[in-house]
């Protein structure tokens, strides 16, 4: 209970820090509330946020996936090649899909199977996916995309100024958040993250539960590369370089513990907002892109050091709350 506590507390900390970086961004710029500029600015981390989803189910059970941006980049690069050769969008976008699956199945074969640390396994993996997607485009760029598909890329929900790719980011993200927390498959991803050989003993069935995960990450990671593609209607092969950092810095201070077995989707739903809207009101006021890398650098640093350092305050406070009576009397 005091967990779970905890968790909604630091829930409600980065909801109120959400809030007080539109107020920052509102000062800095008179024009950064508009709806104009709010849907451009989620728009700008729509592929960070669907990525975001998986990869919170991944950290929870104590595993990590680096390669989602490059299965981005391999994801946007097939499906510029597919389309040059003049394959129809549709069948396109399912062999797209198939590719990311594939590269998920790779990341959770090796894992689940060898016994490999996934660490390990999937900065491999990053450089593997990012090298087959300029096999296929080299320095290339192909952007002659129907204009029904860019247009679900960067149009908006008719009648409203929400982006397409968040309005299909807000689905995913309540469909992720009923599996997570009001399912069996969620309880069994908490007992495999807080431990794993317990709940192998009770009966789960951790490596196909980790399969599963990564195979899931890599269709995200795909479906991500697809709306890169279609937002900027350009498919290239460096498309998504760097995204991971965010994604995974967005997670982290979301409250999902990278040990595994605490965290939920509200936080990493909120943290994300909270990075973009860092990161918009910055950008707005001309900061550079290398002042931004290193803002997600200290986020995600801060997202690991400062809920350990409350774990400790936390115990500190109870073990003194429970010293020994022979210490008290005297």
């Known amino acids: 209970m005091k967990s ?24 800095l710029s008179p024009d950064f509330l508009t709806a104009s500029n709010l849907s451009f600015l989620t728009a700008n981390f729509s592929e960070i946020a669907l990525m975001a989803l998986t990869m919170t189910l991944i950290i929870i059970v104590a595993e990590i996936d680096l390669s989602v941006a490059s299965i981005l980049g391999l994801a946007s690069a097939l499906l510029g090649t597919l389309w040059a050769a003049h ?26 199977r060898l016994g490999l640390p996934s660490l390990a396994v999937t900065i491999g993996t990053l450089a593997l996916y990012r090298g087959l997607a300029y096999a296929l485009l080299g320095d290339r760029a192909i952007a002659d995309f129907p204009p029904f598909y860019t247009n679900l890329g960067f149009g908006t929900v008719p009648g409203t100024a929400i982006p397409i790719p968040m309005a299909l980011f807000a689905v995913l993200a309540v469909l992720t958040a009923v599996l997570l927390h009001a399912t069996a498959f969620g309880r069994r991803l908490y007992a495999i993250g807080a431990n794993s050989m317990a709940a192998r003993f009770a009966g789960v069935q951790v490596e196909r539960i980790k ?5 899931m990450s890599g269709l995200m990671a795909a479906l991500a590369g697809i709306v890169y593609t279609f937002r900027f209607s350009s498919a290239r092969g460096d498309n998504g370089t760097g995204l991971e950092l965010g994604v995974i810095a967005a997670v982290l201070l979301g409250g999902v513990s990278i040990f595994g077995g605490r965290g939920s989707v509200v936080g990493a739903v909120a943290a994300v907002f909270l990075i973009g809207i860092i990161n918009g009101a910055l950008t707005i006021v001309d900061v550079s892109n290398e002042i931004l890398t290193i803002v997600t650098g200290l986020l995600l640093i801060g997202s690991v050091l400062v809920p350990n350092l409350l774990a400790r305050l936390r115990a500190a406070r109870e073990r003194r709350a429970v010293r020994p009576v022979g210490d008290a009397v005297s």
């Open 87 to 112: 394959v129809p969008m549709p069948l396109a976008i399912l062999l797209t899909f198939l590719a990311g699956g594939l590269a998920g199945l790779l990341n959770g074969l090796l894992v689940t």
């Open 211 to 215: 399969l599963l995960l990564f195979v």
């Open 4 to 27: 779970v506590r905890g968790l909604l507390g630091w829930e409600a900390t980065i909801l109120a820090l959400v809030v007080l970086a539109l107020l920052g961004g509102a000062l």
